[in-house]
């Protein structure tokens, strides 16, 4: 069964930390991983899209890894500040027939000023 | 370049009557997905659609559930006789082209709460 997880479920941090968020899945036999950001009765936003053959990817102060053997990726967030506080999601996609993704349950950060 | 976009943003039924969820996707994307995100829980798909066409509908319940992308206009989620258990957030997504190497971009969502 294809699943995939998220720790910690929640994280607490003081404005200014770097800090990292871990999602594993399953199986490893995957197209591609996207980090999401969901603010509360908000849709998502989609944060970084890393695909299989990718070790990593960059945008501002995010930067997400991957690491297929291991079936693990990594939201590294630098300087972290109160606005990042939002839940964040991984989602996996395994592509061939099946278009969808399959998300973890996220986890819920607050930066506190 | 309007994002996905969905409607209503909220919708309340009584149990029993129908619900009927909109969601227009980004401009030249011809690739649906349905998810629904229960209280506490994750997100899960529901169905895949590409115009005209239902490509993978195994996360739909199998009674009561419907859901279609027609060659025209919006796609449509249907849910019929809804019961207090239907109440979730319902996202829609889409994308240039189905699985492998692109990005899913999500609406804002439509909160279906059943009293």
């Known amino acids: 069964k294809q699943e995939v997880t998220q720790i910690p479920a929640a994280l607490s941090v003081p404005e200014g930390e770097n800090l990292v968020l871990n999602c594993s899945f399953t199986?490893?036999?995957?197209?591609?991983l996207q980090w999401f950001r969901q603010d509360p009765g908000k849709g998502l936003t989609s944060l970084l899209l890393?695909?299989?053959?990718?070790r990593e990817q960059t945008s501002g102060r995010l930067n997400a890894s991957l690491d297929k053997s291991s079936g693990r990726s990594t939201l590294y967030i630098a300087a972290s500040q109160p606005g990042d506080s939002a839940t964040y999601l991984c989602?996996?996609?395994?592509?061939?027939?099946?278009?969808?993704?399959?998300f973890g349950k996220g986890t819920k950060l607050s930066v506190k000023p | 370049n309007a994002g996905v976009m969905q409607n209503p943003r909220h919708l309340v039924r009584r149990r029993g009557q129908e619900a009927r969820l909109r969601c227009s996707p980004m401009?030249?994307?011809?690739?649906v997905y349905w998810y629904r995100q229960l209280p506490e829980e994750g997100l899960k798909f529901m169905v895949y659609l590409q115009k005209e066409n239902i490509i993978d509908e195994s996360g739909m319940p199998k009674e009561r559930f419907s859901a279609e992308f027609p060659k025209e206009g919006p796609s449509i989620l249907r849910i019929q006789q809804v019961v207090r258990g239907d109440s979730a957030a319902y996202f829609c997504?889409?994308?240039?082209?189905?699985?492998?190497?692109?990005?899913?971009?999500f609406g804002p969502g439509t909160r279906l709460t059943v009293l």
């Open positions: 989602a996996v996609n395994y592509g061939g027939s099946q278009g969808n993704l399959i």
């Open positions: 890393i695909q299989s053959s990718q």
């Open positions: 401009k030249g994307h011809s690739h």
């Open positions: 997504a889409s994308s240039t082209k189905g699985v492998s190497y692109n990005e899913q971009f």
């Open positions: 199986d490893s036999a995957i197209y591609n």
